[in-house]
């Protein structure tokens, strides 16, 4: 979503942090990413973890402390009650339920983000300023984005030692390409780049004069898995998608379609003889649209794909509308400085974004779900023109274009998705969604957590503040 360090915390696991105790070893003959089952009856074999839980719940801001009485009786039922299964197919929130969450969320925390110190910084001296590359600075240690839980859990994402020797480089090139991304197209003060004898004020320019200087500019179109939870158990991967309900139905049964969220972003890759970065494009968690280095490894269960490459003009257009979402997405939130979370949802989930960059360049888009509100974007602007041409998935009874909850996919290959039953709901649909208009009807009954319980997991999610 590589990045690593792109995901939000969360899932139940965050309610129990700091309450873990030692675990029996899991057997020998396991894969090598688990459920978030296992590892919850693992660790509730320990009669002293299981009344922590019960004695710490609603006691902690980390261990649902923003919990309603409700919510608190849901959370105990699952997990107390051992439903661990119910676990690996959570939430379940619909997309507009998930925005209620979001708002519940806001409304409990009562504030909006925190600027995080990565956040584009507005033009102001120095205006001219060389380009920095190669950049100073060492590689960042393997467990340099790990935290311990204790006994046995760690969360957040490993460091990848390749791109670790090209992190300093890709940090500099992030943030000089945020910085002239918030250039005005018009008269002004500027921030500038000198590099080979050029004064260069924009993003594109900037790798235009790179690539002219001999330096390869690749751009993907990236998709894979959100991992809401950056869990690792005893040095194992832990499955903790964020489970959607697509409200589309499964034919031949009385369910509706669950995915796991899946998290978009364009990643531009730098090679030449001065600058080689590894750079990804995306509106995170933290509530930033920016270009971001990229130095941790995902674990292998969030899969990914590249849908689309851009080589040439067309990797210098991508790189120049993402400029343009930068500055367009620094003035929203200059205009509207109470939006939780840095206008997480509102203006958009990482999906929104990289969706206008497909729109721009191949006709349509095929990310899903996309969420921002049409009200942040009323100009006339090239930006806003997008937004307003996006098919949004917040609409009541509207159903989504299968063909984009396929297309947000991050394989190629149904049958290497990681999760048989997922795998299985596809196969059954796939011929029928694709081969008619998005089905409509009744929603069959599905049992899913209330909107409550979604709420109190964006709002932990949030307390965490990472880079997205």
């Given at each position: 979503?590589?990045?690593?360090?792109?995901?939000?915390?969360?899932?139940?696991?965050?309610t129990l942090a700091g309450l873990l105790?030692?675990?029996?070893?899991?057997?020998?003959?396991?894969?090598?990413?688990?459920?978030?089952?296992?590892?919850?009856?693992?660790?509730?074999?320990?009669?002293?973890?299981?009344?922590?839980?019960?004695?710490?719940?609603?006691?902690?801001?980390?261990?649902?402390?923003?919990?309603?009485?409700?919510?608190?009786?849901?959370?105990?039922?699952?997990?107390?009650?051992?439903?661990?299964?119910?676990?690996?197919?959570?939430?379940?929130?619909?997309?507009?339920?998930?925005?209620?969450?979001?708002?519940?969320?806001?409304?409990?925390?009562?504030?909006?983000?925190?600027?995080?110190?990565?956040?584009?910084?507005?033009?102001?001296?120095?205006?001219?300023?060389?380009?920095?590359?190669?950049?100073?600075?060492?590689?960042?240690?393997?467990?340099?984005?790990?935290?311990?839980?204790?006994?046995?859990?760690?969360?957040?994402?490993?460091?990848?030692?390749?791109?670790?020797?090209?992190?300093?480089?890709?940090?500099?090139?992030?943030?000089?390409?945020?910085?002239?991304?918030?250039?005005?197209?018009?008269?002004?003060?500027?921030?500038?780049?000198?590099?080979?004898?050029?004064?260069?004020?924009?993003?594109?320019?900037?790798?235009?004069?790179?690539?002219?200087?001999?330096?390869?500019?690749?751009?993907?179109?990236?998709?894979?898995?959100?991992?809401?939870?950056?869990?690792?158990?005893?040095?194992?991967?832990?499955?903790?998608?964020?489970?959607?309900?697509?409200?589309?139905?499964?034919?031949?049964?009385?369910?509706?379609?669950?995915?796991?969220?899946?998290?978009?972003?364009?990643?531009?890759?730098?090679?030449?003889?001065?600058?080689?970065?590894?750079?990804?494009?995306?509106?995170?968690?933290?509530?930033?649209?920016?270009?971001?280095?990229?130095?941790?490894?995902?674990?292998?269960?969030?899969?990914?794909?590249?849908?689309?490459?851009?080589?040439?003009?067309?990797?210098?257009?991508?790189?120049?509308?993402?400029?343009?979402?930068?500055?367009?997405?620094?003035?929203?939130?200059?205009?509207?400085?109470?939006?939780?979370?840095?206008?997480?949802?509102?203006?958009?989930?990482?999906?929104?974004?990289?969706?206008?960059?497909?729109?721009?360049?191949?006709?349509?888009?095929?990310?899903?779900?996309?969420?921002?509100?049409?009200?942040?974007?009323?100009?006339?602007?090239?930006?806003?023109?997008?937004?307003?041409?996006?098919?949004?998935d917040s609409a009541r009874g509207v159903?989504?274009?299968?063909?984009?909850?396929?297309?947000?996919?991050?394989?190629?290959?149904?049958?290497?998705?990681?999760?048989?039953?997922?795998?299985?709901?596809?196969?059954?649909?796939?011929?029928?969604?694709?081969?008619?208009?998005?089905?409509?009807?009744?929603?069959?009954?599905?049992?899913?957590?209330?909107?409550?319980?979604?709420?109190?997991?964006?709002?932990?999610?949030?307390?965490?503040?990472?880079?997205?």
């Open positions: 979503m590589r990045t690593g360090v792109r995901h939000a915390a969360g899932l139940t696991v965050l105790l030692v675990p029996a070893p899991l057997p020998a003959d396991e894969p090598s990413a688990l459920p978030l089952s296992q590892v919850m009856a693992e660790l509730s074999r320990n009669p002293d973890f299981v009344a922590a839980v019960s004695t710490r719940l609603g006691h902690h801001p980390k261990a649902g402390g923003i919990l309603g009485p409700d919510e608190i009786k849901r959370l105990r039922e699952l997990i107390l009650g051992e439903n661990f299964e119910a676990l690996d197919r959570f939430p379940a929130l619909t997309v507009r339920g998930l925005g209620r969450s979001v708002w519940l969320a806001g409304a409990v925390l009562n504030h909006p983000a925190d600027a995080p110190s990565g956040r584009p910084a507005t033009v102001k001296e120095p205006l001219d300023d060389e380009l920095g590359i190669p950049a100073a600075g060492e590689a960042p240690a393997q467990g340099a984005f790990l935290s311990p839980l204790g006994f046995g859990l760690a969360m957040g994402d490993r460091t990848d030692p390749t791109l670790a020797a090209r992190y300093a480089d890709g940090r500099r090139l992030a943030e000089v390409l945020n910085r002239l991304s918030l250039n005005a197209p018009d008269d002004g003060r500027r921030s500038r780049i000198i590099f080979a004898g050029q004064t260069l004020d924009s993003p594109a320019a900037l790798l235009g004069a790179l690539a002219a200087a001999g330096h390869d500019v690749d751009v993907r179109d990236a998709r894979y898995f959100a991992n809401f939870g950056d869990l690792i158990y005893q040095g194992r991967d832990v499955l903790t998608p964020f489970w959607l309900d697509t409200e589309l139905p499964v034919p031949g049964t009385d369910r509706t379609l669950l995915v796991p969220v899946s998290h978009s972003q364009h990643e531009v890759i730098v090679r030449g003889p001065v600058v080689n970065a590894d750079l990804s494009f995306y509106f995170g968690i933290d509530g930033e649209a920016m270009f971001r280095p990229s130095v941790t490894r995902d674990q292998a269960w969030v899969m990914g794909r590249v849908a689309h490459r851009y080589r040439g003009p067309d990797a210098l257009e991508v790189v120049r509308l993402a400029g343009a979402i930068v500055r367009a997405y620094d003035a929203i939130k200059r205009h509207h400085l109470d939006l939780p979370f840095g206008g997480y949802y509102a203006l958009g989930v990482c999906n929104d974004i990289n969706a206008m960059i497909e729109l721009h360049m191949q006709g349509a888009t095929t990310l899903f779900p996309l969420t921002l509100d049409p009200e942040f974007f009323p100009g006339e602007g090239e930006v806003d023109r997008l937004a307003q041409r996006l098919p949004l159903p989504p274009d299968p063909k984009r909850i396929l297309g947000a996919l991050p394989v190629d290959d149904l049958s290497a998705l990681p999760f048989p039953a997922l795998r299985q709901d596809l196969e059954a649909g796939r011929a029928a969604w694709t081969s008619g208009p998005p089905p409509h009807g009744d929603r069959p009954a599905v049992v899913l957590l209330s909107t409550a319980a979604g709420a109190v997991i964006i709002g932990l999610w949030f307390v965490r503040r990472r880079r997205a």
